[in-house]
């Protein structure tokens, strides 16, 4: 009863700010037909809101807000807004025509107001730079919890960008607290030196780590990284010459130098395109060239008049097309790291995971290399995820076969190694 009161009195104060939907956490989804694209949103009393999307990585996302009767929330993916009227109490409901038969239809309930993890923002001495952190920690545990460091991929270093977050809530509900810093020169941490190393960004990642480890909520022996694309190699790196890592999570990781992985994904790109094998043949050419005028083999000139060339070739599009020798700067100082090696380096758990469509990091071209450079006796468990990309997402915004409308997310099977690998290796079953 007192619970009941709780929730009552929770809601009508509420109102005042937020006739249509008060501030609060609701849960619900978006649905087409019988699909259903469960979320949740959290909506404070200056009428922001962030949304949550488990099934895509989608986590404490800000989302367009607009207080009234009816209230206004709009989407991401083109999904635009949807206007929300009250269906009873702490329920709200709308829906959306597209036309041509589609319509979406969108329904929230009123839901407690403990996320079951706690938030704040800390900052860190990386490798000469300070930098700026988000911290997120089971709620209540009994006793210190695990912890992970985010490594970022090339893409992404910056807590602003949603997909920075990907996995965030997944090892929140396994049990595991998370740091999800801004790469050095991204968001609010320090710039340091520009295009600097592997070397410096595992030094980061690892001031990162000893950072959760001294937090007493954190279990400072069951700390480790996860790393997805470029942070494959620099997670690798770290966790190969340091002992506070005592486990690895990688997503799509290059099991070979940047500059084989490189090559690999010109070749997948353009056999997924349907390019001829002449085409390819030639591609691969002038990929050889790029890379012996990187390492100084050939004059940059010889490179440039091949990329003005390439410009006018059907492949050209595939291709990086070099104006002046800077451009190759950061190539020259990453084009040969030695993944192989660091790989043998490591003596924790492994979790890898691969996308089955990936072309960026092919799987078939880098799980038998990852596995032969582990050293004899590893406990590495590798899977390859059914149908998922390079994000390992799987495609949705679509009907199957059967008619029945598709919404896309992460892997499924990416969900469940995560969880098990939490469970049996990372917090000890």
Same mark, same amino acid.
């Given at each position: 009863?007192?619970?009941?009161? %709780?929730?009552?009195?929770?809601?009508?104060?509420?109102?005042?700010?937020?006739?249509?939907?008060?501030?609060?956490?609701?849960?619900?989804?978006?649905?087409?037909?019988?699909?259903?694209?469960?979320?949740?949103?959290?909506?404070?009393?200056?009428?922001?809101?962030?949304?949550?999307? $488990?099934?895509?990585?989608?986590?404490?996302?800000?989302?367009?807000?607009?207080?009234?009767?009816?209230?206004?929330?709009?989407?991401?993916?083109?999904?635009?807004?949807?206007?929300?009227?009250?269906?009873?109490?702490?329920?709200?409901?709308?829906?959306?025509?597209?036309?041509?038969?589609?319509?979406?239809?969108?329904?929230?309930?009123?839901?407690?107001?403990?996320?079951?993890?706690?938030?704040?923002?800390?900052?860190?001495?990386?490798?000469?730079?300070?930098?700026?952190?988000?911290?997120?920690?089971?709620?209540?545990?009994?006793?210190?919890?695990?912890?992970?460091?985010?490594?970022?991929? =090339?893409?992404?270093?910056?807590?602003?960008?949603?997909?920075?977050?990907?996995?965030?809530?997944?090892?929140?509900?396994?049990?595991?607290?998370?740091?999800?810093?801004?790469?050095?020169?991204?968001?609010? =941490?320090?710039?340091?030196?520009? $295009?600097?190393?592997?070397?410096?960004?595992?030094?980061?990642?690892?001031?990162?780590?000893?950072?959760?480890?001294?937090?007493?909520?954190? $279990?400072?022996?069951?700390?480790?990284?996860?790393?997805?694309?470029?942070? %494959?190699?620099?997670?690798?790196?770290?966790?190969?010459?340091?002992?506070?890592?005592?486990?690895?999570?990688?997503? =799509?990781?290059?099991?070979?130098?940047?500059?084989?992985?490189?090559?690999?994904?010109?070749?997948?790109?353009?056999?997924?395109?349907?390019?001829?094998?002449?085409?390819?043949?030639?591609?691969?050419?002038?990929?050889?060239?790029?890379?012996?005028?990187?390492?100084?083999?050939?004059?940059?000139?010889?490179?440039?008049? @091949?990329?003005?060339?390439?410009?006018?070739?059907?492949?050209?599009?595939?291709?990086?097309?070099?104006?002046?020798?800077?451009?190759?700067?950061?190539?020259?100082?990453?084009?040969?790291?030695?993944?192989?090696?660091?790989? @043998?380096?490591?003596?924790?758990?492994?979790?890898?995971?691969?996308?089955?469509?990936?072309?960026?990091?092919?799987?078939?071209?880098?799980?038998?290399?990852?596995?032969?450079?582990?050293?004899?006796?590893?406990?590495?468990?590798?899977?390859?995820?059914?149908?998922?990309?390079?994000?390992?997402?799987?495609?949705?915004?679509?009907?199957?076969?059967?008619?029945?409308?598709?919404?896309?997310?992460?892997?499924?099977?990416?969900?469940?190694?995560?969880?098990?690998?939490?469970?049996?290796?990372?917090?000890?079953?």
């Amino acid at each position: 009863m007192r619970r009941l009161v %709780g929730i009552l009195a929770s809601m009508v104060a509420g109102l005042g700010a937020h006739a249509g939907m008060p501030a609060g956490a609701w849960d619900g989804w978006l649905a087409q037909g019988e699909s259903r694209w469960p979320m949740s949103v959290v909506i404070d009393r200056e009428g922001g809101a962030l949304l949550d999307i $488990d099934r895509m990585g989608m986590f404490r996302v800000p989302a367009s807000f607009e207080d009234g009767d009816p209230a206004t929330l709009e989407f991401p993916f083109g999904l635009g807004a949807f206007e929300l009227e009250a269906a009873g109490p702490g329920i709200v409901e709308g829906r959306r025509d597209f036309g041509g038969g589609l319509v979406f239809e969108a329904r929230f309930e009123r839901a407690g107001d403990d996320p079951g993890y706690t938030t704040e923002e800390v900052r860190f001495e990386g490798d000469g730079v300070t930098l700026a952190a988000s911290l997120y920690v089971p709620r209540d545990a009994a006793e210190p919890v695990p912890g992970v460091v985010m490594v970022h991929g =090339s893409a992404i270093g910056n807590r602003s960008i949603w997909e920075s977050h990907r996995w965030v809530k997944a090892l929140l509900d396994a049990g595991v607290g998370v740091l999800v810093y801004d790469r050095r020169g991204e968001g609010a =941490s320090d710039a340091g030196e520009p $295009d600097v190393l592997f070397e410096a960004l595992s030094a980061d990642a690892l001031v990162g780590l000893r950072t959760l480890a001294d937090d007493p909520r954190i $279990d400072a022996e069951r700390v480790g990284l996860m790393g997805g694309s470029q942070g %494959g190699w620099i997670a690798v790196r770290a966790a190969a010459i340091s002992d506070l890592v005592s486990f690895l999570i990688l997503t =799509s990781s290059p099991a070979v130098s940047p500059a084989e992985q490189d090559r690999q994904q010109l070749e997948a790109t353009m056999r997924a395109a349907d390019a001829s094998d002449a085409h390819l043949a030639a591609a691969l050419a002038y990929h050889d060239l790029y890379f012996q005028s990187v390492r100084g083999e050939v004059p940059f000139e010889a490179l440039a008049a @091949a990329a003005l060339e390439a410009q006018e070739l059907p492949w050209g599009s595939f291709v990086d097309q070099p104006q002046t020798a800077e451009q190759l700067d950061w190539w020259r100082t990453h084009h040969d790291f030695d993944m192989v090696a660091a790989l @043998a380096g490591v003596r924790v758990p492994v979790l890898a995971l691969w996308g089955e469509r990936d072309s960026v990091v092919p799987a078939k071209e880098n799980t038998g290399p990852f596995e032969e450079a582990l050293p004899e006796g590893a406990r590495a468990r590798l899977v390859v995820c059914p149908d998922a990309d390079h994000a390992l997402e799987c495609p949705g915004f679509e009907r199957d076969d059967d008619g029945r409308w598709v919404w896309p997310g992460l892997s499924s099977v990416a969900f469940d190694e995560i969880a098990r690998f939490c469970r049996d290796e990372v917090r000890g079953g």
